[in-house]
């Protein structure tokens, strides 16, 4: 392992700290594709060994540990100091295709910034992390990954006494808008700059072309938010704590708390059991990213131009390009739901008709998408299929619309449903199945019911018989209707 090569900027961007060792670390899970995929040689590891390097009692060698400081707007109340309070990153590995990837270890003990906090984290949280962020990878949405999980032998008290374990995440960077703000705050201008040349230098060196480098690394990151959180969209996903301290400049899916994906459609829902207003919300989404960005912005605006004025006006201009950015890649990801290869006028109305159809009959999300897959096969099954979201009078006029409008492509039926199972999962991690994982793995230290989940996730648009029980969607006494942060 490198050393991080954020641990060379000043020292104020960070404080030098060790993981705190624990009792009796087991390694319940290791990412092997991942552990491939970053050339990570663990021959000679036993069980032992392995529990010690992913639970941080062992730190490898090259390894230089650091907490991050950064701060962060929190439900839209700015916080001038958070940063890493049970977080360390230990180092930086280079992938398959050479892209540096940061390791960090995810309630390894406490740090100056833990603020109050032990720096632990329980089992369920870190069980959740895993699966989501899998499945998220497997989706092709981008995320942060999980290399490993471990138990640390201790108990973490939260409302109760709770096994405590540890999380090893593996990220492109762990720079986030309130790294920004968090030097913006205190008017460090050349901190700022400092940290800008860093993320261009490790995401976006092609902003140095251009004659305004530091606009232009707005202009990425806005660019990137906006894609990314049109997938997310695209899939139902509901980030539940959308904060400046949890959107990474990178573009990754960053910190899964209170996260979920939605059962029956509903642009209003929420599952964040904090989100009291439903500011976080699965509609909302967009319109908090842009906050976020427009956040972002004015920690740039010192950089982007000596005119106040001249700066606010050119980072009003990038930041407007999100809603077009956004929209046109949510359409996009929508016509390729639809096994729509083209592009008409009237293709956004079809989407938002079928959205609303949905949720006028409460028709699970995942599931919708997935029977469409059928209907495009083979319009015999129409009837049958569509029932649970589509009801058999006024909306069987959506169905002839959307046939109509899959006739006007050159595509047979076969290859436009191939099309169409690629991009609607069939296996989500629904709330439900991730409560019964964490249930059996907290309460019987059992498992096996994650592994086998996690197997179903990591290739989630293909069905099988033996996971079929998966793409079903939530009873209604199995419905869960309510996330933690688990901090």
Sequence with gaps: MNPSSYANLPERFFARVQPTPVAAPRLVKLNQALAADLKLDLRGFDASALASLFSGNHLPTGSVPIAMAYAGHQFGHFVPQLGDGRAIL????????GVRRDIQLKGCGRTPYSRGGDGRAALGPVLREYLVSEAMHALAIPSTRSLAAATTGESVRRETLLPGAIVTRVAAS??????????????????????????????????????????????????????????????????????????????ETIDFGPCAFMDAFDPATVFSSIDERGRYSFANQPRVALWNLARFAETLLPLIDADTQQAIGAATEAIGTFEPLFNDG???????????????????????????????????????????????????????????FLDAGGDGEWAQRWRARMSREAMSPESRAESMQAVNPAYIPRNHRVEQVIAAAVERGDFAPFEEFSQVLATPCVARAAFAQYESPPQPAERVLQTFCGT
């Design 90 to 97: 230990l180092g930086e590995m280079r992938d398959q295709a």
């Design 174 to 251: 762990h720079v986030r808008v309130g790294t920004f703000e968090y030097f913006a705050a205190r008017g460090d201008v050349a901190g700022t700059k400092i940290l800008s040349d860093y993320v261009i230098d490790r995401h976006y060196p092609q902003c140095v072309r251009d004659k305004s480098p530091y606009l232009e690394l707005l202009r990425q990151v806005v660019s990137r938010q906006a894609s990314l959180i049109g997938r997310w969209m695209n899939v139902g996903f509901i980030h539940g704590v959308m904060n400046t301290d949890n959107m990474a400049v990178s573009g």
């Design 330 to 388: 949510w359409l996009a990801g929508m016509r390729r739901k639809l096994g729509l290869s083209t592009s008409e006028q009237g293709d956004r109305q079809l989407a938002e008709d079928l959205l609303q159809a949905m949720h006028r009959n409460q028709a699970d999300f995942t599931a919708s998408f997935r029977a469409l897959c059928t209907m495009a096969c083979d319009p015999q099954v129409d009837g049958s299929v569509r029932g649970p």
